[in-house]
């Protein structure tokens, strides 16, 4: 089709990021204006998109970040927000800007993307493999514990996403065998946009918990801290006595907990192009606060 115009990285241009915006919304109903009117939209975060008479028609967006892999660092790219507007569909513009951003990411270690069940036979043909995660979850006696200090904090105040990024710029990972480096504007993202309601400081800990709870089970998806944390001691101050299944939304190395590691059921599927041979560990789960 004439007139079709390629444009990356554009964040400053509105009239762009609000078509971005628009499809965003209409394919995933998800919007990213929110996390760029509060500063957390940086060059970390690049759409590459076709645009057709001033709008985004299709996009493949690339998140810089590492991956901590058995205790390396890794230079990573997560592909996210791929999508196409349903009039431009079938004219193979996915797969162009698939070969754009591979060919400007050939120096990294590893390139990967979460992908829902109906593309699955899409991307191995650009060399991606998909690989299983591994749901990390413990059974779980209450413990009565000493009461701490908690902050709620609020996904919508400013001041209290600033004090979440300082954190996170300079958190020690939860694990060494996997996880993610530099992804704190992701984490931030999930912060204002998914877990607003969720986020709690533990100031004795110095510890920022995001959990849920659902019936008998607690879903504790990220533990960010600048120090070494006592896992078990965080789930001991956020559990009550109904709770009985403790559900880690990331990896988990040592732990006192009896952990059971089984298939993460999930409907996207982890799909990775390994360009540099990186050993990966056989048994792994990447943090949902950093899955573009």
């Known amino acids: 089709m004439e007139g079709i115009i390629f444009e990356k990285g554009y964040k400053e241009n509105e009239a762009l990021r609000s078509s971005f915006n628009e499809l965003a919304l209409h394919t995933f109903g998800i919007e990213f204006e929110t996390w760029y009117r509060h500063g957390y939209w940086t060059d970390k975060y690049q759409p590459y998109s076709f645009i057709h008479q001033g709008k985004v028609i299709a ?9 901590v892999i058995e205790g390396e660092s890794k230079r990573a790219i997560q592909i996210g927000t791929v ?13 162009k800007l698939m070969e754009i951003v591979l060919e400007d990411f050939n120096y990294v270690d590893l390139v990967y993307l979460f992908a829902n069940k109906t593309v699955l036979d899409f991307y191995p043909k650009f060399g991606f493999k998909a690989m299983d995660e591994i749901q990390f979850s413990t059974n779980y006696n209450f413990k009565p514990t000493n009461l701490s200090r ?11 996403l600033s004090f979440i990024y300082t954190i996170a710029s300079n958190r020690k990972n939860v694990s060494s065998t996997f996880g993610t480096i530099g992804s704190e504007e992701l984490l931030l993202f999930y912060s204002i946009m998914v877990f607003s309601h969720d986020l709690y400081y533990f100031e004795e ?3 920022l918990v995001i ?42 190395d040592n732990c006192e907990f009896l952990i059971t590691k089984e298939i993460h059921q999930s409907s996207n599927v ?18 949902i606060t950093s899955q573009a």
């Open 270 to 287: 982890l799909f990775i192009k390994n360009l540099t041979n990186v050993t990966l560990p056989k048994k792994f789960k990447h943090p």
């Open 211 to 252: 959990f849920q709870k659902e019936d008998d089970t607690i879903h504790l998806y990220d533990i960010v801290s600048t120090e070494e944390v006592d896992i078990q001691l965080i789930v001991n101050r956020i559990a009550s006595p109904e709770i009985r299944r403790i559900i880690f939304h990331f990896h988990l």
């Open 83 to 95: 999508m196409t507007h349903p009039d431009y569909r079938n004219q193979g513009l996915s797969r």
């Open 205 to 207: 800990e110095k510890v």
């Open 59 to 67: 996009n493949v967006s690339v998140n810089l970040l590492n991956l």
């Open 150 to 160: 908690i902050r709620k904090l609020d996904g919508t105040n400013p001041e209290d």
